[in-house]
């Protein structure tokens, strides 16, 4: 967790500020908002514990805003993943002509969070036949959390952990630039979502701490980017946090 | 009293008591286990490690017990390239490594005082001395005995001159530069724990680099940081760099080391430097702690400045001066239209480069504004010594370098798209891909980002005068002078140009 702190503040020091200022409006906007449009109503507890079947599933659908739920979606992916692209950011804007740059940032956001969002209407899915198969909502945490803990253990998680750190080539002119900024967007993103969709099950199966658990996995999420990667670990008892989130050394964090 | 790092040849004949107690020692340290903290292995294990290449090289057998997984990630593999680490690391490595031998040398009864001899490799006023010194060459000492600094896995005898000479590498006056954009400092960019990195210090590019490829050669022990150490012309390769440090920083007043906690201290974000004396126990081996070589027991022969003081802008406005006077060159070019120091692109190439053991030319496209920003600065104000500043600097940067070799070395050539057939282009440099296999690997640490190599070429710029009216391209050419075959698969992902502006 220290580490997730000292690379917020060694960027928002530096020429990453704006990411970090950006970051911070869209968790403004996020605490702000209703907890109401963040959350989905087919995550309270009361809306779905007794539904079950395909229709459960038309009917979480209606009643909910999915407009709203797509900005929510949106303004949270804003927050919590603007931090964890920085050096992708930063190659992008480094790499591009002066006049292009503002142009090829943007492209390499939507590619990024083009996946994402579609990424987050399978989780909510997911997220939603967890609700519909558990007794309560404390139960679909705790399913979230041992598929969370699981998925951070494996060989895929720790080799797509690695593949966020690529940095491309990128051409300098014309439409080829335009695609290679717009299509690294997409390929980082698809590292993050492997990497990162078990960790977001946990602000979305929790509902009264859905903004804190949101705070949690943004620096977990940190913290494991910035940390160095192994490969698959089976932990000891001991070595347990290590294993989760690829530290080498313990004490650092 | 300070011990006395020397050069090796300034000691004498080839078997000198320093170079004789060197081998006398390594040869102690050679058969001990590698589980021991003061072997042979161990020790070059610190620097990097690769069971599979040690084992196919003859250091290690299939069987043999390693130290456990926490003394490994404590203690083995923490060499630090392409980061500001890269010089006090290995000062501190270096210095773990003397102390060990020093008392081996001791205990056999050598002196008291011994030191790790260096190889100045950029002495221009010995012709010898670019060929790798003879004690590591001949197959027995002195007395008959067989040659421990003799390894089989070294096959460059000499080093290029040219790739060993200091005029670009020591000339400029910041240690970090500017990370990831053009303007790279003597002692390489801010870092994390950094085994491999992307970009290098301007000594870390050359010499340090062709040193370990043009030493090693194809499959020799120093091509590769994992096997670098266990070649002992290692230690004296890395004596000359640490020296080069002290050359850089005693040269002008203005040359200082970073004050920033994050370099003092150093890292913490992934690992903690762990180096050890000669009891074995750790020793506090952070950058603050290594600053000053008189504290640490040691100094250098000889720091005098082969550069005599002078600074890479003065000798670029000399030249250009020069040029002013006979007419080659007008200074009421323009105004600048950019005030505020800036980075950025100019151009770049459209396609990946495969390099193989011919030479291959890829042609930059420049943007036309840039180019025009970059022209504009050649006004007579900071083409004057008098006032500060000076017109754009220009850097080449091959990046996403991958291969299966980094025992290759390479030059780099600029030609005018103008220019007649057959002529010789301008010379931008040469590079060395020493750390390639490390950086290539998709699922390392490295995550297959591959190497970055910069190189600056503002003097070939300004002999080029590159006018956006007429040059809108430049081809480079990359020429193997090595042995590199297409079996190596040796990739450039990209080149581009970048201007640097307000200095």
């Known amino acids: ?92 804007w480094d790499r591009s002509l002066a006049e292009r740059r503002v142009r090829a940032v943007l492209l390499f956001l939507g590619g990024y969070f083009g996946v994402w969002m579609i ?34 253990m494996t060989p895929i998680k720790a080799r797509f952990l690695k593949r966020c750190h690529r940095l491309r080539p990128l051409p300098a002119f014309g439409l080829s630039a335009d695609l290679a900024s717009f299509r690294y967007g997409v390929e980082i993103s698809g590292s993050c979502v492997v990497t990162c969709w078990a960790i977001m099950l946990l602000p979305f199966t929790s509902d009264v701490a859905h903004i804190p658990m949101m705070g949690t996995a943004t620096l977990l999420m940190l913290s494991e980017r910035y940390l160095e990667t192994r490969d698959f670990c089976l932990p000891t008892p001991t070595q347990i946090y290590g294993c989760l989130f690829r530290n080498r050394k313990m004490s650092d964090v | ?51 599979q290449a040690w084992i196919r090289l003859g250091y290690l057998t299939p069987t043999e017990t390693l130290p456990g997984q926490l003394e490994q990630d404590r203690y083995w593999m923490q060499c630090q390239h392409q980061s500001w680490y890269f010089f006090p690391w290995h000062r501190a490595y270096l210095l773990t490594f003397e102390d060990i031998l020093r ?9 008291a005082d011994w030191a790790l001899p260096y190889w100045n490799y950029s002495d221009k006023k010995n012709p010898a001395a670019t060929k790798v010194p003879e004690a590591f060459l001949e197959q027995t000492m002195h007395d008959g005995s067989v040659n421990p600094l003799r390894v089989a896995a070294r ?16 000339a400029d006056k910041d240690f970090i530069g500017i990370d990831k954009s053009p303007g790279i400092g003597v002692g390489g960019p801010r870092t994390i724990f950094s085994p491999h990195g992307h970009q290098e210090g301007l000594v870390e590019a050359a010499p340090h680099d062709p040193v370990h490829g043009e030493v090693g050669g194809r499959g020799g022990l120093m091509s590769n940081t994992t096997t670098a150490a266990l070649d002992p012309i290692f230690w004296l390769h890395h004596a ?9 920083r005693t040269r002008d007043p203005l040359n200082k080391n970073p004050t920033d906690p994050e370099w003092l201290n150093g890292p913490t974000k992934l690992r903690a430097f762990a180096l050890f004396g000669a009891d074995e126990k750790d020793r ?40 002013v006077q006979n007419r080659e060159f007008t200074a009421e070019l323009g105004v600048r239209s950019m005030a505020m120091p800036t980075s950025e692109l100019l151009g770049s190439n459209d396609a990946e480069v495969t390099l193989g053991p011919g030479s291959v030319k890829s042609r930059v496209n420049f943007a036309t504004r840039p180019l ?82 910069t190189l600056e070429i503002t003097k070939a710029v300004d002999a080029m005068k590159l006018d956006p009216a007429q040059a809108k391209t430049l081809d480079v050419e990359i020429i193997p002078r090595s042995d590199v075959r297409a079996e190596d698969d040796i990739k450039v992902g990209q080149i581009t140009v970048h201007r640097l502006s307000g200095q």
Request: charged residues 20%.
């Open chain 2, 155 to 170: 096959f460059g005898t000499s080093v290029d001159p040219d790739d060993v000479d200091l005029t670009d590498r020591i």
């Open chain 2, 103 to 111: 008392g081996v040398i001791q205990s056999m009864g050598g002196p």
């Open chain 2, 284 to 323: 506090p081996s952070n950058p603050k702690d290594v600053q000053s070589t008189t504290a640490l027991g040691y100094d250098y022969d000889d720091i005098s400045d082969p550069l005599k003081g002078t600074t890479r802008r003065f000798m670029r406005l000399e030249a250009l001066l020069s040029r």
């Open chain 2, 372 to 453: 025009t920003t970059l022209t504009n600065s050649f006004t007579k104000s900071l083409m004057s010594a008098e006032t500060p500043g000076e017109p754009d600097r220009v850097f080449l940067h091959l990046e996403n370098i991958r291969g299966k070799d980094g025992s290759g070395v390479f030059d780099v050539v600029l030609h005018r798209p103008d220019a007649p057939p057959g002529s010789a282009g301008v010379r931008a440099g040469s590079i060395s891909l020493f750390g390639l296999e490390q950086a290539s690997q998709t699922e390392g640490d490295h995550t297959g980002n591959g190497l970055n190599k």
């Open chain 2, 240 to 248: 000359n760099i640490d020296r080069l440090w002290e050359v850089w």
């Open chain 1, 1 to 92: 967790m220290i580490v997730a702190f000292a690379v917020l503040r060694e960027m928002a020091s530096g020429r990453a500020w704006p990411i970090i200022a950006f970051s911070s409006a869209a968790w403004a906007l996020v605490i702000g908002l209703d907890h109401s449009v963040l959350v989905p109503s087919l995550c309270s507890p009361n809306s779905t514990a007794n539904w079950i079947g395909s229709s459960a599933f038309v009917a979480v659908i209606s009643i909910n805003d999915l407009a709203a739920q797509t900005f929510s979606w949106f303004v949270m992916l804003l927050a919590m993943m603007t931090p964890l692209i920085w050096q992708q950011l930063t190659h992008v």
């Open chain 1, 119 to 152: 990424a987050m209407a399978i989780l909510a899915l997911l997220v939603v036949a967890l609700r519909l198969a558990a007794a309560s909502g404390i139960v679909a945490f705790v399913i979230g959390l041992g598929l969370f803990v699981l998925w951070q």
């Open chain 2, 1 to 51: 009293m300070a011990r006395i790092r020397k050069e090796i040849r300034a000691l004498g004949e080839t078997w000198n008591e320093t170079v004789h107690w060197y081998a006398k020692a390594v040869g102690v340290l050679k058969p001990k286990l590698v589980t021991q903290k003061s072997s042979w292995r161990y020790l070059a294990a610190m620097h990097d490690f690769d069971r």
